[in-house]
């Protein structure tokens, strides 16, 4: 019985231990996280609060988070990330496009220390192993935000509020809807988000053409209003956005209050408080799907893959909640959408669901007599695009898998840059 006993509290003890040795673990464990922003912009303020879920759940104290606010995208970057190195971070995240360059030249400097730079788009070509890119499949939630702008515009349609006697400048000359979208940038991430946008309102409301204005900035409140405002005024009904400001949202608002018919559809976080009668809803990222489950392998001593991207099937994208102008019947249309999303029984860029007949610059694509896009190859180098030379040369892919276009498969980062018919890109920016 002695023995027992004896043997019951030895197992205790080191018990005991391992749960004393795992809290230490994580007591020492240091993360450093480099920001385009801070809190007061949607895109920053939804990474930080998927960093700070993340390390709730795994037990990490917020002194043991370094953050670096407002890096912008050139040297400063790299010495934001050779500080927290000296703080002792073993995991260094940056969360802009632009902050790549840099975070590659902290890797090669820094092998000991994994760096991950969020919606990047080279580390598994750069021969650099403790670089990683990790984005989500955002692409989907943005289709989903579509469906419930194009409810709305149904609605608006069948009760008679939107003809073209109320609102002429509102129709085309083929009697199409006109819809806008705020873009920051004509990059391909952007290009994916739109395009999955207007494809969401299309398989509502068939009649639909959407202009694109962009602003050359990810955060420009001034900027972003103005553009909401140019498209307003064009006819504009709903306003979609990749940028990261309240301004369209606020812009569409005031619009709205007085007297126009005109909607808004966010991004990254609820805008509803900022356009409480004009907000429909927005497309966000759930980050803490993904930085749980990369911090968790960096504290195990595991490798963080080179190359993320979920969506739906793994709760990392969704929709924030729906505002009191949505059509009657939204959420239940939407809950349907979501679960063949995250089964794959649908697929967001079908390539039945639309057509193709400007040329590309930036993919070699095929079409069929009717316009349907049979083949769409893109190269995945990471090129100087004033000599056009690669940097880091990547495959050339065929992105057209099984009748639909494959986003985020051969990489986390979007690739999707077709122009497909239907949309219209002003090449001028807002200034």
Not at 65 to 70: D, F, H, L, M
Not at 415 to 429: C, H, K, L, M, Q
């Given at each position: 019985?002695?023995?027992?006993v004896?043997?019951?509290?030895?197992?205790?003890?080191l018990?005991?231990?391992?749960?004393?040795?795992?809290?230490?673990?994580?007591?020492?464990?240091?993360?450093?996280?480099?920001?385009?922003?801070?809190?007061?912009e949607?895109?920053?303020?939804?990474?930080?609060?998927?960093?700070?879920?993340?390390?709730?759940s795994?037990?990490?104290?917020?002194s043991?988070?370094?953050?670096?606010?407002?890096v912008?995208?050139?040297s400063?970057?790299?010495?934001a990330?050779a500080d927290?190195?000296?703080?002792g971070?073993?995991?260094i995240?940056?969360n802009?496009?632009?902050?790549?360059?840099?975070?590659?030249?902290?890797?090669?400097?820094?092998?000991?220390?994994?760096?991950v730079?969020m919606?990047?788009?080279?580390?598994?070509?750069?021969?650099?192993d403790?670089?990683?890119?990790?984005?989500?499949?955002?692409?989907?939630?943005?289709?989903?935000?579509?469906?419930?702008?194009?409810?709305?515009l149904?609605?608006?349609?069948?009760?008679?509020?939107l003809t073209?006697?109320v609102?002429?400048?509102?129709?085309?000359?083929?009697?199409n809807?006109?819809?806008?979208?705020?873009?920051?940038?004509d990059?391909s991430?952007?290009?994916?988000?739109?395009?999955?946008?207007?494809?969401?309102v299309?398989?509502?409301?068939p009649?639909?053409?959407?202009?694109?204005?962009?602003t050359?900035?990810?955060?420009?409140?001034?900027?972003e209003?103005?553009?909401a405002?140019?498209?307003?005024?064009?006819?504009?009904?709903?306003?979609?956005?990749?940028?990261?400001?309240?301004?369209?949202?606020?812009a569409?608002?005031?619009?709205?209050?007085?007297?126009?018919?005109?909607?808004?559809?966010?991004y990254?976080?609820?805008?509803i408080?900022?356009?409480?009668?004009?907000?429909?809803?927005?497309?966000?990222?759930?980050?803490?799907a993904?930085?749980?489950?990369?911090?968790?392998?960096?504290?195990?001593?595991k490798?963080?893959?080179?190359?993320?991207?979920?969506?739906?099937?793994?709760?990392?994208?969704?929709?924030?909640?729906?505002?009191?102008?949505?059509?009657?019947?939204?959420?239940?249309?939407?809950?349907?959408?979501?679960?063949?999303?995250?089964?794959?029984?649908?697929?967001?860029?079908?390539?039945?669901?639309?057509?193709?007949?400007?040329?590309?610059?930036?993919?070699?694509?095929?079409?069929?007599?009717?316009?349907?896009?049979?083949?769409c190859?893109?190269d995945?180098?990471?090129?100087?695009?004033?000599?056009?030379?690669?940097?880091y040369?990547?495959?050339t892919?065929?992105?057209?898998?099984?009748?639909?276009?494959?986003?985020?498969?051969?990489?986390?980062a979007?690739?999707?840059?077709?122009?497909?018919?239907?949309?219209?890109?002003?090449?001028?920016?807002?200034?």
């Open positions: 019985m002695k023995k027992l004896s043997l019951l509290l030895v197992c205790t003890m018990l005991a231990f391992g749960a004393c040795g795992k809290t230490e673990a994580n007591g020492d464990f240091k993360m450093g996280v480099i920001l385009i922003g801070d809190d007061t949607g895109y920053t303020a939804a990474h930080m609060n998927g960093i700070k879920a993340a390390a709730k795994l037990g990490i104290a917020d043991n988070i370094i953050w670096k606010y407002k912008t995208e050139d400063k970057c790299y010495d990330a927290l190195v000296a703080s971070c073993k995991v995240f940056s802009s496009y632009g902050h790549q360059t840099f975070m590659v030249q902290a890797a090669e400097a820094f092998p000991d220390v994994t760096f730079s919606t990047g788009d080279f580390a598994a070509i750069s021969g650099v403790n670089l990683k890119n990790a984005f989500t499949k955002v692409y989907e939630s943005r289709y989903v935000s579509g469906v419930v702008a194009g409810l709305k149904k609605e608006l349609v069948e009760s008679g509020t073209a006697a609102q002429p400048d509102s129709f085309d000359a083929n009697g809807i006109k819809i806008g979208y705020v873009g920051a940038y990059y991430e952007v290009v994916s988000g739109y395009t999955a946008f207007y494809l969401g299309k398989s509502i409301m009649n639909v053409v959407m202009e694109v204005k962009y050359n900035e990810w955060f420009n409140i001034d900027k209003a103005a553009a405002e140019a498209l307003i005024a064009s006819g504009c009904v709903i306003i979609g956005q990749h940028a990261d400001s309240t301004g369209a949202p606020a569409t608002e005031k619009r709205l209050n007085n007297g126009r018919i005109c909607y808004s559809v966010g990254n976080v609820d805008m408080e900022t356009a409480p009668n004009a907000a429909l809803t927005s497309a966000t990222n759930t980050w803490s993904y930085y749980t489950e990369a911090i968790k392998n960096a504290m195990d001593g490798d963080i893959a080179v190359d993320w991207a979920e969506g739906y099937a793994k709760d990392a994208v969704a929709i924030t909640k729906l505002g009191n102008s949505c059509a009657e019947g939204t959420a239940e249309y939407v809950a349907d959408i979501e679960a063949k999303l995250k089964a794959g029984t649908l697929k967001v860029f079908d390539t039945d669901t639309f057509t193709v007949s400007m040329p590309q610059n930036t993919c070699t694509v095929e079409t069929d007599s009717n316009g349907k896009l049979t083949s190859k893109v995945l180098s990471f090129m100087d695009f004033s000599t056009m030379t690669p940097i040369k990547g495959e892919v065929e992105c057209i898998r099984d009748g639909a276009f494959e986003e985020s498969y051969f990489r986390s979007p690739y999707f840059s077709v122009r497909i018919d239907g949309i219209v890109e002003n090449a001028t920016p807002v200034e």
